[in-house]
């Protein structure tokens, strides 16, 4: 079946470096959407791509889906504290059926 | 405007039990997903519902089912309890046919199978 690919599996950066979390599908993908889970809570939804090749962005987090649509990656600049917790991305290819990669915990040291 | 609601949020359960978790749609909602949350596996796809419809389902076992109701909030069961099912269940719920927004998750079942 579609799996969707999450690497690094961990992150630990000391504050104010960047982060980068990839995520790839062995099957073409029609969207897209990326999550952060605090400690404690539940995914939050941040974004959805659908365009090949679409970039967004929101304040220091870059979102990018890949020419093929088969990969996305979002990259944090200069990290902060309140950017702890685990991201996934969360591909489809049908819209409403959605596989969840495994997460990149990120951990930021002050 | 409330949230998705999941009730219970903690459940203890003995092997061979069966239970039944209950999520309530954020309101105007439709579409009504299932996930289960462990530490090895990650969030995994159980069922997706519309408009009382099963419309999607995961590779889980037989014993894991689900419905959803005229006003769209959704029920999922577990017959014959394993220690394998304790996790965290989470629902999600979105607007329409196509989870164009994203989901809005509730806050989780937690579900311990002694």
């Known amino acids: 079946g579609q799996q969707v690919m999450q690497i690094p599996q961990y992150q630990h950066v000391q504050e104010g470096e960047d982060f980068t979390t990839y995520c790839n599908s062995s099957?073409?993908?029609?969207?897209i959407q990326w999550y952060k889970q605090r400690p404690g809570g539940h995914p939050v939804f941040l974004i959805q791509?659908?365009?090949?090749?679409e970039v967004k962005k929101q304040k220091r987090l870059t979102f990018q889906f890949g020419e093929a649509k088969k990969n996305s990656s979002l990259h944090i600049t200069a990290t902060q504290t309140t950017d702890v917790g685990t991201y996934f991305c969360a591909g489809s290819r049908n819209f409403n059926k959605f596989y969840f990669g495994s997460g990149t915990k990120l951990n930021v040291k002050p | 405007k409330a949230g998705v609601t999941q009730t219970p949020r903690y459940l203890i359960k003995t092997r061979g039990q069966q239970v039944t978790l209950s999520c309530s749609p954020i309101s105007g909602h439709r579409s009504v997903s299932w996930y289960q949350q462990t530490p090895g596996q990650g969030l995994q796809f159980l069922f997706e519902?519309?408009?009382?419809?099963?419309?999607n389902k995961g590779n889980f076992p037989g014993r894991f089912s689900g419905r959803q109701f005229s006003n769209s909030r959704s029920e999922m069961n577990v017959s014959t309890l394993e220690l394998g099912d304790s996790a965290l269940y989470l629902c999600?719920?979105?607007?329409?046919?196509?989870?164009?927004?994203?989901?809005?998750f509730g806050s989780g079942t937690r579900l311990t199978v002694v």
């Open positions: 519902y519309f408009s009382e419809t099963q419309r």
């Open positions: 099957t073409t993908l029609s969207n």
């Open positions: 999600a719920s979105s607007l329409g046919q196509k989870v164009d927004y994203g989901y809005t």
């Open positions: 791509l659908v365009k090949s090749g």
